[in-house]
């Protein structure tokens, strides 16, 4: 069976036929349409245990076979006049949106339910916020996060403050930041991070090279990352999107990080003591975890060299 989709990552709709696997069911239109294999584990036993671990998927680019993250129900997605996602609906009653999203004049989207999105009048995401309009169900866990650019659309800062529920007479976000990493580019590389709360000290340094399309910082051309804190030099090694599929330590030739991709981007599975702090992964792009959707298989915003956000859900 397949999974279709009319373009990466924009699906209108997907349904559970069979207690054992999950299909998609889409409109036919005039946009061209892309497949996701998708297989059964060996020895599977069908059920309601089976549909959420017997899924596996490979993407375009040949990563390593991973784990698929399976709905328990379908999810039918709404489009509007300009093809953008209106809502997401109720499973068992397609007219009730259960997720909506709101975008701006400039269709950039500024609320979706979990956060509330604010751009600049060059259309670059400036800060972002939780959905929510009571502030008492706000918790210490709840971020801001704010980005700064430089005059080539390059994410120069990232500033990252918490609810403080002390804050004001109802609670306030925090005056002082918990996170505030500058980056420093060569061309459109990202080449240093550094930590604006300790004198701009270093953080990570990235080393990049010529990709198999003979570009600098072209496909596959991230080559290695020095975790300064740890002083450990890791290799990368890249798989067919360009995306970050295992980093090595070459002091010893483990592996530290290792990650599997869906088509859209989202992490599948990763693994090793320095998977969940590397910041570069899919197609290279800088790796936000602070945006955690609950409810959702995204769990993470990607911000690439040009400052485009892409959220792979």
């Not at 990563?63 to 209106?86: C, I, M, S």
């Not at 080393?207 to 399309?213: A, F, I, K, S």
């Not at 295992?246 to 990763?270: C, F, I, P």
Request: with cysteine; hydrophobic share 30%; charged share 25%.
């Amino acid at each position: 069976m397949s999974v279709s989709e009319r373009f990466p990552g924009y699906r209108t709709k997907r349904t559970k036929p069979g207690s054992n696997y999950i299909s998609a069911d889409l409109p036919t239109d005039n946009l061209d349409h892309q497949s996701q294999s998708l297989a059964t584990l060996p020895g599977a036993t069908p059920g309601p245990s089976a549909r959420q671990t017997s899924l596996w998927a490979s993407d375009a680019g040949h990563n390593d076979f991973g784990e698929f993250k399976v709905y328990d129900v379908a999810r039918p997605y709404v489009p509007n006049a300009l093809n953008l996602y209106a809502s997401i609906n109720d499973p068992n009653d397609p007219e009730t949106p259960t997720e909506s999203f709101t975008y701006d004049e400039d269709q950039n989207l500024i609320e979706d339910g979990s956060f509330e999105y604010t751009y600049d009048a060059e259309n670059r995401l400036v800060e972002v916020v939780p959905a929510e309009d009571d502030p008492n169900n706000l918790t210490a866990d709840d971020k801001k996060l704010v980005f700064t650019y430089d005059y080539l659309n390059r994410r120069v800062r990232k500033v990252v403050y918490a609810w403080d529920p002390n804050e004001g007479e109802s609670g306030d976000w925090s005056s002082t930041a918990e996170l505030d990493l500058r980056f420093i580019y060569h061309e459109r590389l990202l080449l240093l991070e550094l930590d604006g709360l300790d004198s701009n000290a270093k953080v990570r340094k990235h080393v990049w090279g010529p990709g198999t399309d003979g570009r600098l910082g072209g496909l596959n051309s991230l080559l290695g990352i020095r975790d300064i804190d740890s002083s450990t030099n890791y290799v990368c090694f890249n798989n067919g999107t360009g995306s970050v599929a295992q980093l090595l330590d070459r002091s010893d030739g483990s592996v530290d990080a290792a990650y599997v991709y869906d088509t859209r981007g989202d992490t599948v599975r990763n693994t090793g003591p320095y998977a969940a702090d590397n910041p570069l992964r899919y197609q290279a792009m800088y790796f936000d975890a602070e945006f955690d959707f609950a409810g959702t298989d995204c769990d993470g915003l990607y911000c690439s060299a040009d400052a485009d956000m892409y959220l792979p859900d």
